[in-house]
């Protein structure tokens, strides 16, 4: 195709992934954190099958839904998405460009999860899932931060990443 072999080979080197999907962040307690933009429950459902067979001890997931609108619609899909976690964490619905609509919340959600037999728990705010993680957290375990919000800045936080 008439490429210069050296120059794509250089810009392979220089490559470290896509912002936001699967990017590493560092380490709390000998965990490592990992965050994804994954917010679909068919790419939640992908990302923890593969990410089931890597060898970790444990798969912590910390998962911010995004849209009030998005997460009732998919709410059956979002329920059955954390098969391959071992434990989940729900905090508030990313509400972007949206209000409150007085019925769909992170912590109904949590509750349906946990009757589908994934272990979870529901944080009213980032400082509350920080403490639980930190306590919990062992070495050979993964923290995965999902959503298409600012969940991200919990795994910054564990590893004392400055926020972007």
């Not at 307690?29 to 990410?51: F, M, R």
């Not at 976690?85 to 729900?90: A, F, G, M, Y």
């Not at 019925?103 to 728990?121: N, Q």
Request: charged share 30%.
């Amino acid at each position: 195709m008439g490429a210069d072999l050296e120059k794509a080979a250089a810009g392979i080197e220089e490559f470290h992934g896509t912002h936001r999907r699967f990017e590493h962040k560092g380490f709390i307690n000998g965990a490592e954190i990992i965050d994804d933009y994954a917010h679909h429950p068919t790419e939640i459902a992908a990302t923890l099958k593969a990410v089931r067979s890597s060898g970790y001890n444990k798969v912590w997931c910390v998962f911010q839904p995004h849209t009030y609108t998005r997460t009732r619609t998919l709410w059956d899909e979002f329920v059955s998405a954390f098969d391959n976690v071992d434990e989940l964490i729900l905090v508030d619905i990313y509400a972007a460009r949206e209000q409150y609509d007085g019925k769909t919340r992170s912590e109904d959600l949590a509750r349906a999860i946990a009757e589908r037999g994934v272990h979870t728990r529901y944080c009213r705010s980032f400082s509350e899932a920080e403490e639980l993680l930190r306590k919990e957290l062992k070495p050979g375990e993964l923290l995965l931060t999902m959503g298409a919000g600012n969940v991200v800045e919990i795994g910054e936080d564990l590893c004392g990443e400055k926020h972007i």
